[in-house]
């Protein structure tokens, strides 16, 4: 199994950038799809991207597209989430969570499909 712990959230403002890192603990990183989820306060956890095992093929949630971006060093056992061109609406505790099964399209945006999660890091965006 992995652990992973998220780290990188802050306080920017609209227009700006942030990344993300998730480090995962355990072996055999690189048969965990990875993925970055979201929550704000009173609102459901939301799914915001994932990547498959070798990093090949990527999803992202509307809201976020064209503006993040997933990618992970296997190396490292490490996930990033590049974020640019935030908007206060981005504003929420980013998780990062980990599940050992294929990459199924179904799948990917539902919680419940991951095994592993991490502690979360907040990001908020001001005006």
């Known amino acids: 199994q992995v652990q992973p712990v998220e780290s990188g959230g802050g306080l920017v403002q609209a227009g700006g950038s942030l990344r993300l890192s998730c480090a995962a603990s355990?072996?055999?990183?690189?048969?965990?799809?990875m993925g970055w989820f979201r929550q704000a306060p009173g609102k459901e956890r939301e799914f915001v991207a994932v990547?498959?095992?070798?990093?090949?093929?990527?999803d992202y949630a509307d809201s976020v597209k064209g503006r993040f971006t997933i990618s992970r060093d296997n190396a490292k056992n490490t996930v990033y989430l590049q974020m640019n061109s935030l908007e206060p609406e981005d504003t929420a505790a980013y998780y990062c969570?980990?599940?050992?099964?294929?990459?199924?399209?179904?799948?990917?945006?539902?919680?419940?499909?991951?095994?592993?999660w991490g502690q979360g890091t907040q990001v908020t965006v001001s005006s």
């Open positions: 969570a980990a599940a050992r099964r294929a990459y199924y399209s179904g799948l990917n945006s539902s919680p419940g499909s991951y095994a592993y």
């Open positions: 355990g072996r055999s990183f690189n048969y965990y799809v």
């Open positions: 990547i498959s095992w070798s990093g090949g093929t990527t």
